[in-house]
């Protein structure tokens, strides 16, 4: 029969995997995580409003520790240069998808074109954050602008037109794949002319809905076709 102590020892974890498991999942792992989320949070609320501040993309590592409360080593530590600081937020959208799900219509296409208003009138109630932002997205190097456009950025607003051809709102044969794209070239198109001004704040949402109403109204079953021919109507009229 095993004494006590041989079976305390059996039962011991042996497995290094086992211990980081246990590590990961203690209370102090947790609280740890949960202060470099907070100090991740605290930076880039920093990174927002120096950008603001100074209309410059261009962010003092120096100025960004003092301002978010952390030593100079820390924004290197959690996000290992300023290049991933400007990435990090521009994929910050929780603030986004908070309004957006907050009056989420039904309707597959009322959610593309809600979508693309939700976000413009997330761009023009910070314009210097965002004009300064995507207008510093131009002087970025190939592989930060991947970042920023690529596939991972790309994801929501391809899954909304895949939604809708799930629903049966495009047309047979229609490629969702590619009406996201072209939908994308519309969104980016507009949103940088309005960040180096040349298209003016009051003029943005209707100049992406016309875009958007043009390549839908192709897209879509015919007897959702006379509502996009109204958003045209509707944007045209904004626009003249």
Known sequence: MPTK??????????????RVAQGASSPVGGRREAGKAERRRAIIQAARELIRETGNAGLSMRALAARAGVSLATPYNLFGSKRAIVVAMLQDVREFHEQFSARRPTDPIDRIFMALDTAIELYLGDPPFYRTLWTAVFDASEGMR???????????????????????????????????????????????????????????????????????????????????????????????
């Open 5 to 18: 102590r041989s079976a305390l020892v059996r039962e011991a974890p042996t497995s290094e995997t086992h």
């Open 146 to 240: 991947e970042e920023i456009l690529g596939p991972k950025g790309d994801a929501f607003w391809l899954g909304l037109v895949e939604e809708a051809a799930a629903a049966g709102a495009l047309r047979t044969g229609v490629n969702p794949n590619l009406i996201g794209q072209h939908l994308d070239f519309i969104r980016r198109s507009a949103m940088f002319e309005w960040a180096v001004g040349l298209i003016p704040a009051e003029r943005l949402a209707a100049t992406a809905r016309l875009g958007y109403a043009l390549i839908l109204a192709g897209a879509v079953t015919e007897e959702r076709r006379p509502k996009l021919f109204a958003a045209i109507t509707g944007a045209q009229r904004r626009l003249t």
